[in-house]
């Protein structure tokens, strides 16, 4: 899909709706822009890219500390809970 929009005086630019339906923005969203390495520049969700970041982030994290089901998580609450 290409859509092309124009930008104004001020540097703004309006994403069409079927790009802004995809990236599940509405009034008040906030996207990035990210300038990729091979040239491109990508607008992403940035609300979306956070949470990816912080996936990326704990990857991992639960099998280092020994939890691998629910139960397990409700102990490692508990314990740190003090209960």
Known sequence: MIE???M???GQITIPIELRRKLKLSEGSKVA???GDDGKIY??????LALKTAQRAFE?????AGISSDEDIIAFIKQERGN
């Open 4 to 6: 092309v929009t124009k």
């Open 8 to 10: 104004s005086t001020k």
């Open 33 to 35: 822009f990210i300038d």
């Open 43 to 48: 607008i992403v969700n940035s609300s979306t």
């Open 60 to 64: 991992g994290e639960a099998k280092k």
